[in-house]
């Protein structure tokens, strides 16, 4: 008899060709996502306006942060999504094991997140081209970006879409290990939501958002974002070691 | 030939007897190579253990020979030792079976001797 | 070399056991019927064999490797039942490409062959099969794969009798053309007796028995006749069944324990002796009495 030998690396590289062929429907929902998220910034994130007996003006400002915070719960609930039993057992049809698994499917979430952070900044401009468009081009005004500060917001939203996906990878785990985790953590985290509005002074998420959002060294950002992720990942890969296939 | 599952006569036994019904028949002569297991097994759609365990019978009772790489031949005296068994074994089983049925059913010594004449004419007679 | 080896193999689940201190051992290049009736245990045993399930004691070695999250096992060893999933994007002929670029040793062109022949449309879904032809397309998975262990789980369920048949020939004539392990799970021994070489019986998570089917058919015996007379010959023995017939006479089954004479004995006076079925003998000795149904009634 001859055992054939397999390279571990070897079958994530099929995992993975085999994860982007069938999960297609994975970015026809993020097309379907950014196109929602287009039309409500259409409508401006913010608006001030005043005037006097002689003149009137209006003040909208318009970003691309609503497609953003969209991608990002995208890229959230796909994570979950792959992570459900339909999807983990699709990979037990062919050669597998939980190694590969994982390694694959996060590579398949950062090639998500790469597509998607890249579609995000195209949605941006593709709503300044609309305006252009749509409102009397001079009264437009662009924030002008060097190519670098280019390259640095879009690898920053790459990691913040990346982040995201850890976030429901652990999720999406935890749900396999439990279901009562359906109901136990949207209650934590409301009930967490809550409990610091009622609080004096809010805390816990405003530095969560700062510790991430308000750092001014891009390097350090990229580090705090890629070790959140990695533990994220990590706890995801422990916690479904024992995990059983088609109980 | 179809093979017969539910037979009392297991599956290897049935494969032994059609071999050697070829032998009989003159199908397959003396020094002639006899099928593989594989070829029976492919045949008869049965596993090739039970096709082996068939040959090896036939290879127990010297109708066939081994040829080191070559395979199972069929023995120069093959034909004799068959009907020699046949007539001691399988014929000896039924005319046991025919003298129990007759006494159970009362027919006397001279009357089933008679049946057997007239059967043995007749089948004679169909034959010619 | 043993494919699958294993020693006090014990599954749990909540408080009861689904296997129990099952110990057997599959020698390579074997056909094996996994034969018990529903819920004995097989789907489980294979599926742990498969490395889909932990075992909760003992050991189990599949290439002397215990499956669980073992690449190697799941390189070499392929599991077709007819709840296996696949992704819905990708269709028929494109789940059978991805099936190859996986398996090392799988065969394309038989892939192909018997796709054609089961007249499968290639742009079809999996998941818009009806049961019997999901059954069919995986057992061309499981056969084009030409895995060292090759595991069918009820491969033929919903399967029509012509299509039930066309597998039974092309795994044995793939088998006899690629000699390699099978292990084959079914209810009804009568369809896959002649196709096996060993049988392995289990009964609520425990082995009965495992040993060659020609074997099998030499296990037991049948007789019957009058009550009285069937009674003596019995003191002693090993009955696997007992049933009456009419108001004096039964047929009751035992184990052959060599003594030729004793049966020759009791054929002499007035008994009388048949063979009895695998599909028989291994439906006695997987129920849970020695008289079956009449039991209930009686």
Not at chain 1, 189 to 205: N, P, T
Not at chain 3, 42 to 53: D, E, R, S, V, Y
Not at chain 3, 140 to 146: D, E, M
Request: glycine share 6%; with cysteine; hydrophobic share 45%.
């Amino acid at each position: 008899m001859y055992l054939a030998e397999v390279n571990a690396w070897d079958i994530v590289k099929k995992q993975y060709q085999y994860k982007l062929q069938s999960y297609m429907g994975v970015f026809t929902s993020l097309i379907v996502i950014q196109i929602i998220a287009i039309l409500f910034s259409f409508n401006g994130t913010g608006m001030s306006g005043g005037g006097s007996s002689t003149f009137s003006y209006s003040l909208n400002y318009y970003s691309g942060s609503m497609i953003l915070i969209f991608t990002m719960i995208w890229g959230l609930i796909t994570a979950i999504i792959i992570t459900s039993k339909a999807y983990r057992y699709d990979d037990y049809s062919f050669i597998t094991n939980r190694g590969t698994t994982h390694t694959s499917n996060l590579l398949f979430l950062l090639s998500a997140s790469i597509f998607a952070g890249i579609t995000v900044l195209l949605c941006t401009h593709f709503i300044q081209v609309l305006y252009i468009y749509s409102v009397n081009s001079e009264s437009v005004m662009f924030e002008q970006l060097t190519i670098i500060q280019n390259l640095k917001g879009i690898s920053g939203t790459i990691l913040y879409i990346f982040f995201f996906t850890s976030i429901g990878y652990f999720i999406g785990s935890l749900i396999q290990i439990s279901r009562l985790f359906i109901f136990v953590l949207p209650v934590l985290f409301f009930g967490a939501v809550i409990a610091d509005g009622l609080g004096k002074e809010q805390s816990m998420i405003p530095h969560v958002i700062k510790f991430f959002g308000n750092e001014s060294s891009f390097g350090l950002f990229i580090l705090k974002i890629l070790a959140a992720s990695a533990l994220m990942y990590g706890f995801a890969i422990i916690i479904s070691k024992k995990l059983e296939v088609r109980p | 030939m179809i093979l017969n599952s539910n037979s009392i006569t297991p599956i290897y036994m049935q494969i032994a007897e059609w071999l050697e019904t070829e032998i009989i028949n003159e199908t397959i002569t003396s020094d002639e190579k006899i099928y593989s297991q594989y070829q029976l097994a492919e045949m008869f759609n049965i596993n090739p253990a039970t096709a082996a365990k068939g040959i090896n019978i036939l290879a127990d009772e010297n109708v066939l020979y081994k040829k080191r790489g070559l395979g199972m031949f069929v023995a120069t005296d093959a034909r004799e030792i068959i009907l020699k068994k046949r007539k001691s074994t399988k014929l000896h089983d039924m005319v046991h079976e025919l003298v129990k049925e007759a006494i159970q059913l009362q027919v006397s010594k001279e009357e089933l001797v008679n049946m057997i004449q007239q059967m043995h004419v007749k089948i004679k007679g169909e034959e010619q | 070399m043993k494919v699958v080896e294993c020693k006090d193999l014990t599954k749990v689940y909540g408080r009861s056991n689904a296997l129990n201190n099952l110990s057997f051992s599959i020698e390579e290049n074997k056909i094996t019927g996994l034969i018990g009736r529903n819920g004995a245990g097989k789907t489980t045993l294979l599926k742990i064999m498969a490395g889909f399930l932990h075992h909760s004691s003992g050991e189990i070695k599949v290439f002397e490797e215990t499956p669980f999250n073992n690449l190697k096992v799941s390189a070499n060893s392929i599991f077709i039942d007819n709840e296996m999933s696949f992704p819905p994007a990708l269709s028929l002929k494109e789940l059978l490409i991805t099936a190859g670029s996986f398996y090392p040793y799988w065969d394309q062109k038989l892939a192909d062959r018997l796709f054609d022949y089961f007249s499968f449309n290639p742009n079809i879904r999996h998941g818009n099969l009806s049961k019997g032809m999901k059954s069919t397309f995986n057992m061309i998975v499981g056969l084009a794969a030409r895995c060292p262990l090759t595991i069918f789980d009820e491969p033929t369920s919903g399967m029509d009798s012509g299509v039930r048949k066309d597998f039974y020939r092309a795994v044995l004539k793939d088998y006899l053309a690629h000699p390699r392990s099978i292990i084959l799970s079914s209810h009804l021994v009568e369809e896959v007796e002649d196709l096996l070489e060993d049988i392995l019986l289990i009964k609520e998570g425990e082995k009965c028995l495992h040993m060659p089917v020609e074997d099998l058919k030499e296990y037991a015996v049948g007789i019957s006749g009058k009550t009285a007379i069937v009674d003596e010959v019995l003191s002693g023995k090993d009955i696997i069944f007992e049933q009456s017939i009419g108001t004096d006479s039964t047929y009751v089954v035992i184990k052959k324990d060599g003594s030729q004479k004793e049966l020759e004995k009791a054929e002499e006076s007035g008994l009388e002796l048949t063979a009895v079925s695998i599909d028989n003998l291994c439906l006695y000795l997987t129920s849970k009495t020695t008289g079956g149904i009449d039991h209930v009634f009686s």
